[in-house]
Every structure is written in C-alpha cells, then in structure tokens.
C-alpha cells in the first residue's frame, strides 16, 4: 500500500515555472534523430563543440590531484580567481573593478540569472526582459512571483520597472547593443542585469562592449560573464556576478545559504582560462564568423547575426522549424519559444562541425524550393 503523502499539492512556486524550453526541445530533437533516415542535423542546441585549450584542462588535472581540492572550497570563491575576472575586464573591456566586493564566483550564469531576480525583486516588483530573449530570463520572473514586463532586444524601450534585464550580444537575436541602450537603462532608476555570456564574440570588426563601461553602470547594475562561450567551458559551469558591491554581495548571501562552494579544480582551470594564452578566444570568434558567413551568404532569407553563435533567421510563410525537423532531419530552435515576438522566426547555432553546417545549409536551401 502506497503511504499517504503529507500534502500533494505542489508549492504555487512551481506552478508558475513555464516549461523549461530547451529540455522539450532536446527530447522533441531526440525523438526524431532515432526514426530511421539519413542523420539528423541539429542546429537547435548552443553547445559549444570545442572546449578549452589544453592549458585549462592540464590545470584542472593538476588540481584534482591536489589534496586542498577533496575539502569544502571557499565559499564565495578563491581570492586568484577573481583577481584574475578583473584583471580581464582592465585590460580588455576596460573596467576597473575591486575583486573582494565587486566579483562574485556562481557556478554558471544560467544560475545566477535566476538567483539574481529572487535577490533584486520583491512579490508585484516589474521586472522587463528582452523579447524575443533567452528562456531562463522568464523562469527567473515566474520564480521571484514578480510581475512580468517587456521591451524589444533590436528597439529597446524601457517602461516603469524595478528590474531590469539587458542581454548583448542577444540570444536568440544576435544582435550587439544598439547605441544608447546601456546609458539609457542606467538612467533608468532601475536595478540592471547585463547577461553577458557571448560578449567576446562579435563579428565584423566590432570590439567588446561591457556594459560596465558605462559610466554610472555599477551604481546601478551587475553583468553576468560566462566562461562557456569565451573558453569552451560549458560543461564546467563557472561564472561571475561583476559590478554593483551591494547586488554581489546580496549573491554571495544566497550562495551562503544554498551551496558549498566550486569545486577548486574548476576554479584553477578558470583561472589557467583567464591569464593564460588568449589566442584560443580569437580563434572561436573567428570559427563562428567564417560559419556565420556561409550561412548568410547561402540564404535568400532575412536573417541577422551581428554575434553570438547564432542566426536568427525569419521563415517563410509555412514553413516551420517542426516541418524542417521532420521532413528535412534538420533541428532548429523555434523563435515562439523565445517570447511571443519570437514566432515566425527560428535560431540557427553554428556550434557544430563545419560539415554539419554545410549539410544544415543544403537542407534549407532544398525546405526552400
């Protein structure tokens, strides 16, 4: 006999959780890769298909190796690590920032984004998110029981809110930061999170741009940098929290309360990522780009990539991203997924194999017609 449950009703927080996108987009790409045919393309998912150069890794090995990485690690993370975060935004973004309370270690921004809306908004608070913008953004306002607003990634306009949430270059839009946007949300009056985890891939001759750099930013805001998309480290899940002393150290508070601590292997890889050889970034951008090209070059479509490693392309009148996946073997991520302004749009990723972006291409050249 099953014994009774307390109470089976699930906390109201969980209701409000929308479906978590890209687990049902990976278990609908999945479940088509396995029918019979020729293989499936998937441009769906923004998983790097490089990881770190070999530096980074050996640093990981050495500190697993390491007696002081079996403990529990420093908390709020190790004093070299964030030194070695601001050394980088000096000298290539150039912020000047204080490590011990500016900097906060999180493990992964795809966390932080969410924390950091449970640690700025209160019940009722309006919080604005790009849209179309990635799906995270809005679990984080549906967790924080805030209220929901919205403003154009492309022409972004600010109405009355408490928070609110920039992300340049964009994901799915791939878009850089249109001029004024960032003065505009520091003059706001609002708190500002910067989510900016493809910021060193931009194309076309454009330099990084921090929203940090704005002056005024860090009274006012924080910016996520991800070591994912600069170095390849997407499955070691590190990140920082950087700018405003009072937000970080409001992050650093939950972490407290909710983690342990990154294990330090990790952190030493990070910080082999960070002082070590950079011209493994370069080289990343410089992949994206070529592919970028190829894409755009090749499509008598509307589409747009100005960074990331993304295309957001606009479809044609019928044709879906689901009738390119299950008549063409070819996965994108659907737009509407992105926010209602994103329907009749898809987003292509250009993180994969420079054959299965040739072959993704003949695909929708042939969807095409």
Not at 355 to 366: D, I, K, N, Q, T
Request: charged share 25%; glycine share 10%.
């Amino acid at each position: 006999m099953t014994p009774p449950v307390a109470n089976s009703e699930r906390p109201n927080r969980l209701e409000r959780l929308p479906q978590q996108y890209f687990t049902a987009l990976l278990a609908r790409v999945a479940a088509e890769a396995a029918k019979d045919g020729e293989p499936l393309v998937n441009f769906g998912r923004g998983n790097p298909e490089i990881g770190p150069p070999a530096h980074v890794i050996e640093a990981a090995q050495r500190a697993a190796a390491d007696e002081r990485s079996h403990g529990y690690p420093e908390f709020s993370g190790m004093p070299e690590l964030k030194e070695a975060i601001a050394a980088r935004y000096r000298d290539v973004y150039g912020v000047e920032l204080d490590p011990g309370r500016e900097v906060a270690v999180v493990p992964g921004t795809k966390t932080a984004l969410v924390e950091l809306c449970l640690v700025l908004a209160e019940r009722g608070d309006t919080v604005l998110l790009p849209d179309p913008g990635y799906p995270d953004y809005f679990s984080a306002v549906a967790l924080a029981d805030a209220t929901l607003g919205t403003f154009s990634p492309t022409e972004p306009a600010f109405g009355a809110a408490d928070v609110i949430y920039l992300n340049y270059p964009s994901n799915p839009c791939a878009v850089v930061a249109p001029d004024g946007v960032f003065a505009a949300a520091v003059e706001h009056g609002a708190f500002v999170v910067h989510d900016f985890a493809y910021g060193d891939l931009v194309f076309d001759g454009r330099a990084p741009e921090s929203f940090l750099a704005t002056p005024g930013a860090k009274e006012v805001g924080v910016e996520l940098f991800s070591m994912s998309k600069s170095y390849g480290m997407a499955g070691w899940r590190l990140g920082f929290v950087i700018g405003n002393a009072e937000i970080v150290e409001r992050i650093n508070l939950l972490q407290d309360h909710n983690r342990a601590g990154i294990f330090r292997g990790v952190q030493e890889a990070g910080i082999a990522a960070l002082t070590g050889p950079q011209d493994s970034v370069d080289e990343r951008r410089a992949r994206y780009e070529a592919r970028r090209d190829r894409v755009l070059e090749a499509l008598p479509l509307r589409a747009v990539s100005e960074g990331t490693f993304y295309v957001w392309l606009e479809l044609p009148e019928g044709l879906t991203a689901e009738r390119l996946l299950t008549e063409h073997r070819l996965a994108l991520a659907p737009g509407e997924g992105f926010g209602p302004a994103g329907a009749g749009w898809a987003r292509i990723s250009l993180a994969a194999t420079d054959h299965a972006v040739e072959l993704g291409v003949e695909r929708l050249l042939r969807a095409l017609g």
